[in-house]
């Protein structure tokens, strides 16, 4: 069998925790923030795990992914 290439842009935007889960950023923070209330920028700044149905997704183009610091 051939090895499997890692998609370099999902190995930039996603972690994998050391209990498997794979973690993004979220969306929102990038700019026009001065109209986002001081709470909202707090939570939107930390990262969530990928939902359930996008897992086999983002697992497909990280073949070999392990804990990422």
């Known amino acids: 069998m051939p090895k499997l ?3 370099r842009s999902a190995a930039k ?3 994998v925790t050391a209990s498997g889960k794979i973690m ?3 969306a929102g923070i990038g700019h026009l923030l001065q109209h986002k209330s001081a ?3 707090r939570r939107i700044f930390k ?3 990928v939902s359930e ?3 086999a997704l983002v697992s ?3 073949p070999y992914k392990k804990y990422s610091r």
Request: no cysteine; net charge positive; proline share 0%.
């Open 24 to 26: 993004k950023r979220q």
């Open 60 to 62: 497909k183009e990280l």
């Open 13 to 15: 935007r996603y972690k």
């Open 39 to 41: 709470s909202r920028k």
């Open 47 to 49: 990262m969530v795990d």
């Open 53 to 55: 149905s996008h897992t």
């Open 5 to 7: 290439k890692t998609h």
